[in-house]
Structures are given as structure tokens and as C-alpha cells.
């Protein structure tokens, strides 16, 4: 019997790297990453490796002269001090005042991640470019939009002319189709299908694939027009939505930061973000939901694990998990890929 060939992910815009996580489980490989903030970068570091045992992300390092001049406050200006802080969030520093940064997405070359993936699983292989820009400036809910981090799609289209990959995923919130944001999409769209790939793209909510947390996406699939074949996703399955008793043991939740509504256990988990769900009741008994029951609620079951480094601020954790695509989403398009695409049996179930 011919082996299948290894579907090789490289992964852009790509924080904790949930996506990441669920694709594997349908039996991709990772390759290579690439994310801006540090701490996201540290969790990715710490939780996918590749065959050689080294981070899917590339670091750079600064001796302790570099970094020092960026750190110094010229002034005890609220202003310098916010400064320094943002500084700090782009950079993990240690004790001896060195530090080190993860590549950005400007320093990456498509034909160089190409050569990565043919070093690790060499040249026969199916690629897959996997990706969500930044969507703070997309999303409604952003009353600060200047719209400055839009254009940042057209670096994934960078990538994707030079890498060349067979497949590409890129995940957005759903206001990218609102009339603000659309021009820019659809000329990304037709960008892409100049470049010779079949190109779709379908809301999708996360409830619907065996999910406990209404979370809407918008997932584009780009399929190379030598595969002779068209996107393909998976079909959505209501009736595998959970509801939050079934997934947690209490009897009210509070969802706070953007609808502020309290629902009961027969009802489903609201969207995941920094600040969201604020707490859980059972009883007379009130809690804040633990960065684990977040996980939880992204996909991460019991048998899974996913690590935090230590030393990690809180708040960072919760807006990467805030941030992140659910586990069982990104299974799921995973295995719609391998299987309608590839042509690849998915043999483990999410």
C-alpha cells in the first residue's frame, strides 16, 4: 500500500496556535510559525515542536547593550512608561537585562519556509499555509479602529505567492464582510485567485462542530488549481452543540465584557475572550473561570494538554486564549481538507 504523503503546516498571525493544535489532530505536521507577541510566541515555543525537537518559531536574541537603550525611560512620563511596558510585551527579558524576540512576519520569506518544510519531512509532501491577521481593526467591537493592522492580510498574500503552499486557511472574525471591510476583502480574494487558486470562504460557528462556545468565524480555503479540486468545509452539525452543563458543573454564567447576560446550564457558552465568560455559580458559590475551563471551553478536552510557561502574566494568557480559533473547529477543517482535498483518511476523532 502507497503511504500518504505528510500534509506539512506553516503557520502566520498565529498567537497560541489553537488552529495549529486542532489540524494536528487530524494528522498535519507542523513546520514552522510565526506570531509578534512574545508571550503567545513563548506558549507556542513550549507546546509544538518540530520532528528535531526545536520551537516551531524562530527567535532572535539581544545582548543586554541592545536591549537597554529600548527599555530606558527618558523621562517618568505616564506616556514613556506606557512605552516601556508595550517594549516588554515584544520582548522576554532575563535577568541579566538580554533578551530575545520572536521573527516577525516581515522577516519571513515564503521560499525559505518552503525549503524548512522539504529539510524536516522532505521534498514529497503536501503544504498547507494556516493563518488569522490580526482582526482587532475588522471587529466592530473595536471602538478605537484605524484600521492600520487591515492591511495585514496582504502580508499573508505575500506569503502565499512565495511559498506557494497546495493548501491555505486563513480564519477572520465575520465583521471582515461588513461594508467597511469588504472592498479590502474581496481584493485579497481576487488577488488570490490570480495566483491560480480556487478560492471560497463560509461563516462558520464553532458551536456546530461538536462545540460547547457560539464562536463565528469566517474561514477562507485556497486550494492550488493543480490539485484539480475546490475548498471544501465541513458540514455543520447542529445538533452536536453542548450545552454548559454538560461541560462544566454549575448553573449560571455570567458572560460579561461585551453582552453582560447571565444564562443558565441548558444554555451554550458565550464567545471566549480576555474578559469573557467573568464568572461561574453554582449554588451560593461564584468563581472566575480558570485559564484551564477556558481552554475547556476552546476545544482543549481532558485527555489533551496545552501548557502555560511560568512566569507568564494572566492577562496575556487570557487574550491568547481570547484570541484563539477553537480546537474543534480547526479539527474539523482539517479533516475536510485531508479528506475531500488530500484524499487522506482521518482515522482519529476529535
Sequence with gaps: MKKDKEVVIVSIFSGMDLLLYGMML????????????????????????????????????????????????????????????????????AED??????????????????????????????IVLIGGP??????????????????????????????????????EVPDILDKNHKELYYDFLDQVASCNYEVAYQEMNALHYEGCQSRRRCITIMVSEALNKQPSFPVPNP?????????????????????????NKNHWLCTVTGGSPKWFA??????????????????????????MPEGTPIDQQNKAIGNGVPINLSYHIAKSIMEDIFEIKVNNPY
Design 282 to 307: 453554582k449554588g451560593d458559590k461564584v468563581w472566575n473561570p480558570s485559564i484551564q475551563d477556558k481552554l475547556r471551553i476552546q476545544g482543549l478536552k481532558n485527555n489533551m494538554r496545552y501548557e
Design 134 to 171: 490580526p482582526c482587532t481593526d475588522f471587529s466592530k467591537l473595536n471602538v478605537h479602529n484605524d484600521g492600520a493592522r487591515n492591511k495585514l492580510v496582504f502580508e499573508y498574500l505575500r506569503v502565499l505567492k512565495e511559498l506557494k503552499p497546495d493548501v491555505a486557511v486563513m480564519e
Design 26 to 93: 487530524a494528522g498535519m505536521k507542523g513546520a514552522y510559525a510565526v506570531e509578534f507577541n512574545c508571550h503567545a510566541a513563548n506558549m507556542h515555543s513550549l507546546n509544538f515542536k518540530d520532528p528535531n525537537g526545536n520551537p516551531l518559531i524562530k527567535w532572535v536574541l539581544l545582548s543586554k547593550e541592545e536591549m537597554h537603550p529600548k527599555l530606558q525611560k527618558s523621562t517618568d512620563s505616564e506616556q514613556d512608561k506606557k512605552r516601556v511596558q508595550i517594549l516588554r510585551n515584544h520582548f522576554l527579558v
Design 239 to 263: 445538533d452536536s452543540a453542548m450545552r454548559v452543563g454538560e461541560v462544566f458543573d454549575i448553573d449560571y454564567y455570567f458572560s460579561g465584557h461585551f453582552e453582560d447576560k447571565i444564562r
Design 97 to 126: 537585562g538580554s533578551a530575545k524576540r520572536p521573527e516577525r512576519i516581515q522577516e519571513v520569506n515564503g521560499k525559505t519556509l518552503r525549503e524548512r518544510c522539504h529539510e524536516l519531512y522532505g521534498k514529497d509532501i503536501w
